[in-house]
Structures are given as structure tokens and as C-alpha cells.
């Protein structure tokens, strides 16, 4: 009797648990509409994170909007600034020297240069025309051919110095660590320049200012483009190992292709080198064979604007000539 009564209450209880699964499991509906409530709120998720996204990309993109103007709009009031002055030709020289040394020693060319035609028994226009040449062609003509030689020697290892960075920066140090090391070990005058430009941020200077400073002494299209790059990744952040990599693959193309321009006009030079060059040859193969030939050139008035001319003629077709033997990258 006691096992009826146990199997009948097992049988109950199995049947209302079967009858309240049944009741209670949910059916293919609501699990449809289960489902349907959570993709509803994934979408919203996602809608609200794609929203904020978007959000810091626009504001992302406004800030190197703004960069971007800034630094075109300081671009063109540099290249609207006026001629340079002495001292800012001597620095980008490099010379350690003010402008009154570079005076002094301007009046030391001409009293040489003028010595020269005196001692050589020239006419007095070409003893005065000595002197100036001396004391305001040949000296600024030296000056900028060290100009030139030291923004070469800047380009050429400037590539280099970005890759340090680069380096320096995927093992962990911090940028201003970089620009130390640079400043250190890195040649002439590419140390000089990064010294200067670290000196400058020590002392309280911003990045932008140092920066600015930076393209006032050495002012190259390189400069600005690392300026750029540096500035837009202090104001709206990323990755800067990769943007100086990208930069420095940029600026080996350039040298690539400056290198390739020159041979290719390599031979248009030689040619204006040979033509600008075979007067002065005959003249000076005509005075070695027949000295009193050329005499009324340089004895008579009309010889004398004839050579006049002819040098301003000559000065015209070599300046025509190395304009078009130059191209810029």
C-alpha cells in the first residue's frame, strides 16, 4: 500500500513538473521576440558607439583642419617676410660671426681686390669696378655658397636623424630623449640645429615656437614637413613612429629623385658650362697669339661699351641657361 502511494505521488509530481515545463518554457515565439529585443539593443550599442566615434573623428579631423591652417597660414607670412638680414644669413651659414665682422671683412676684400688692379696697372673704372666687386659681390657670393653647402649637408643626414627618432620611439623613449640623442651623436649640422632646437624647449619654449625657430635658421621644405608631422600629432595624438617613418621614406624619394634630375641634366650643364665659357677661351687664345689685336677694346671708348655689352649679354644667357638646367623638386 505504502509503494502505491510513493509511485502515485512520484507520478504527481512528474506530471506537474511536465505540466509547468510546458506552461512556463518559452515558445518559438517569445524566444523570436528575445532575440529580436537583443539585436534591437546591439544595434542601439552600436549606434551610440559608431555615433561617439564619429563624434571624436570629426572633432579629430577639426583639430588637424585647424593645425593644418595654422601652420599654412604661418608658411606664407614667413615666405612674405622681407629680405633677410645679415645676421639671419650668417646663422643659416653657420658662421659664428656678427654682421660687423662680416663688414670689416667685406672692406678687407676690396681694399685686396683693389690692390689687385692697382698693382696689375688697370685703368681706374676697372679698379673701381674691383673694389665693389670685391667688397659686395664676392663676399655675399661666399656667404651664400656656405649657406647652400650647409642646407645640402642638413638634407642629406636629416633623413637619417628622423629614422633615429623612429627607433627610439618603438623601443619606448620619449620624444624629447630622441631629440637629445640627435643632438649628441648625429653629424654637422644636423646636431647643430637639434641641439639649438632642444636648448629652446628647455628653456620654456613650446614645441611650435622651437619648431618655428628651427625653420627661421634652416628653412627647407624638410623642416616644415617634420614640423607638420610633429605638431599634428601633438594636438590630435596617433601614431608617431609610424607618420616620421612614412616622412623619412618621403624624403629619401626626394633625394632619389633630385639624384635622378641631376644626371638627366647633367649633360644640359655641360653644355652651358662649354658655351658660357668658349668667349673668355678665344679671347684668351687670340690675346696669347696676337696681343695688339684686342688692344682697341680695352684702349678705346667704343671698344669699351662693345665689352660692356657683351658681358651684360653674356651675364643674361648664363643666368637663362642655369634657370633652365634648374629643376626643384
Known amino acids: 500500500m505504502d509503494q502505491q502511494i510513493l509511485i502515485v505521488v512520484v507520478l504527481g509530481v512528474v506530471c506537474f513538473a511536465a505540466l509547468a515545463f510546458v506552461l512556463l518554457a518559452p515558445t518559438d515565439k517569445d524566444r523570436a521576440k528575445k532575440r529580436l529585443s537583443s539585436l534591437q539593443t546591439s544595434k542601439s550599442n552600436r549606434r551610440s558607439s559608431n555615433a561617439k566615434d564619429e563624434a571624436q573623428n570629426k572633432q579629430r579631423r577639426r583639430k588637424l583642419t585647424e593645425s593644418l591652417d595654422a601652420l599654412e597660414s604661418k608658411a606664407k607670412n614667413l615666405k612674405k617676410k622681407k629680405r633677410l638680414t645679415m645676421d639671419q644669413?650668417?646663422?643659416?651659414?653657420?658662421?659664428?660671426?656678427?654682421?660687423?665682422?662680416?663688414y670689416f671683412a667685406s672692406v678687407l676684400t676690396a681694399l685686396f681686390f683693389g690692390l689687385i688692379g692697382l698693382i696689375s696697372d688697370q685703368k681706374l673704372w676697372i679698379i673701381g669696378l674691383l673694389i665693389v666687386v670685391g667688397g659686395f659681390g664676392f663676399p655675399?657670393?661666399?656667404?651664400?655658397?656656405?649657406r647652400k653647402r650647409r642646407q645640402k649637408k642638413f638634407v642629406n643626414e636629416f633623413s637619417n636623424a628622423i629614422d633615429v627618432i623612429v627607433r627610439g620611439v618603438k623601443s619606448?623613449?620619449?620624444?624629447?630623449?630622441?631629440?637629445?640623442?640627435?643632438?649628441?651623436?648625429?653629424?654637422?649640422?644636423?646636431?647643430?640645429?637639434?641641439?639649438?632646437?632642444t636648448e629652446s624647449m628647455r628653456i620654456g619654449m613650446t614645441m611650435e615656437q622651437s619648431l618655428q625657430r628651427m625653420y627661421?635658421?634652416?628653412?627647407?621644405?624638410?623642416?616644415?614637413?617634420?614640423?607638420?608631422v610633429l605638431l599634428i600629432q601633438q594636438k590630435t595624438g596617433g601614431n608617431l613612429a609610424e607618420a616620421l617613418g612614412n616622412l623619412s621614406t618621403v624624403l629619401r624619394s626626394r633625394k632619389l629623385m633630385e639624384g635622378k634630375i641631376k644626371a638627366l641634366s647633367a649633360e644640359a650643364k655641360a653644355s652651358a658650362y662649354i658655351i658660357g665659357s668658349l668667349p673668355f677661351l678665344v679671347m684668351g687664345s687670340v690675346q696669347l697669339s696676337s696681343p695688339d689685336y684686342l688692344d682697341p677694346l680695352f684702349n678705346t671708348r667704343v671698344g669699351n661699351f662693345i665689352l660692356i655689352g657683351a658681358g651684360m649679354w653674356m651675364m643674361t644667357g648664363i643666368m637663362v641657361m642655369k634657370k633652365m638646367t634648374q629643376i626643384k623638386v
Open 216 to 228: 627661421e635658421r634652416m628653412p627647407l621644405q624638410e623642416v616644415n614637413f617634420f614640423g607638420i
Open 140 to 146: 655675399r657670393w661666399v656667404i651664400n655658397f656656405l
Open 172 to 197: 619606448g623613449l620619449p620624444v624629447s630623449e630622441c631629440l637629445k640623442i640627435i643632438a649628441r651623436e648625429a653629424p654637422r649640422p644636423v646636431s647643430d640645429e637639434f641641439h639649438m632646437f
Open 89 to 102: 644669413t650668417l646663422e643659416q651659414a653657420g658662421l659664428p660671426i656678427n654682421r660687423k665682422h662680416f
